[in-house]
């Protein structure tokens, strides 16, 4: 017999809809998993049965309706939830509760989505690794090893069966990282494709997206997503019609992580390859071509000025002066640099001409084919065995084929592949044409059911 959270969200829809389950059964459903299994996993920060239940009543009784009407939701724990405490990673924020919602939680709640809770993610989400309140957030593929991050409790909640789906973001991989770490489907959408209200810059990298089972569990939750406000600094819409299907297209590859001394993991290699191999054989065209711009040194260091100066951004608008000792080694030591305007400014120049390069080198293809990570789901503290000044290094080796993405503003996806003799999860990313995310999303489907 079939278990509900066996059932992909559009099927659990499907069963609402009709009848033959009810919203509070399936939200104490999901509940029961999570008070049983989330121990050992780390997925979230914050529960509220009582409000989820509440909530899936609401649906029941008819006083609530929507897309998602009834269906569980976990809210990333970066994002403002009224009434539900929100701590942004960070023991420095553990009591904060909002006022108000963030417009994508208000839209999701708009959509009668039941938020049972807070997934967790890393300080500020600062890091491709999840570890709040002590707890690392895990692959339920190996436990001893990160579901990545920053939407790390996000993907481990969605493989775990602990949520139907999941609302992540991703700045420099923060949604396709923790998918392919949790063999699932991850949706960087384009720039501006869902709201970043209130705007606090003109620069870009970062937007909301799902994390799901299934290409059509994760186009269903970023269509919800995906409603433009006025004061949008780069809004726009998906058309009505979106195809079901693609027409034959023209397909970049690459496999160099883009580093002069890190070689791309052999199952990243097979992974492409598998992945180009389908991909010809459903009428597209693949060509094999060189990295469009690597991570030289003054890329790398531009990287780690912009995330410097975002946490030094975050860190005074959130975290009274205080309380500021309770913040992470990392997040401290990205607030110990010495940045001037002038810094700033010349890292945004550099990453600029960076973005520009992919840009123009892919404008004669239609998709971009990449491994997702550098390797399989890393081992717990990983990160931390050169030192606090080392992890911004062993970072960007394993997640170096992310971040570009953001740059330009493309839409992405993460796709899972296969998994690897020792049980563990690889995945491949397509990045598509400025927002032709409906092209992009059409062809992961295909290759999802060939």
Known sequence: MTELHELSATEQLDALHNKAISSRELTAHYLERIERLDGELGAFTTVDPEAALEQAGRVDDRLVSGPLAGLPLGIKDLYATAGLRTTYGSAALQDFVPTEDTRTVGLLRQAGAVIVGKTSTSELGATCYTEHDGRAAVTPYDTTRYSSGSSGGAATAVSAGLLPLAHGSDSAGSIRTPAAACHLVGIKPSRGLVSAAPAVSFFSAGTEGPIARTVADAALLLEVMA???????????????????????????????????????????????????????????????????????????????????????????????????????????????????????????????????????????DVALTPTTNGPPVPIGHFFANGTEGESDLMLAWSCHTPWANLTGQPAISLPSHLDPDGLPHSIQLVGRPRHDAELIALAAQLETP
């Open 227 to 365: 409603q433009p406000w006025a004061g949008d600094l780069y809004g726009w819409r998906l058309p009505a019609d979106k195809p079901r299907s693609t027409r034959a297209l023209k397909v970049a590859m690459w496999t160099d992580t883009g580093l002069d001394d890190v070689d791309q993991h052999p199952e990243g290699l097979a992974a492409v390859r598998r992945t180009a191999d389908l991909l010809r054989e459903l009428g597209h065209h693949v060509q094999e071509i060189a990295i469009p711009a690597r991570l030289d040194d003054p890329t790398q260091q531009a990287v780690k000025t912009w995330f410097a100066a975002a946490v030094g951004f975050a860190v005074p608008a959130l975290v009274p002066a205080e309380r500021r000792h309770l913040l992470k080694p990392y997040t401290r030591h990205l607030l110990e640099s010495t940045l001037s305007a002038n810094d700033v400014m010349t890292s945004q120049a550099v990453l600029a001409r960076y973005a520009s390069t992919f840009l123009a080198t892919l404008d004669e293809y």
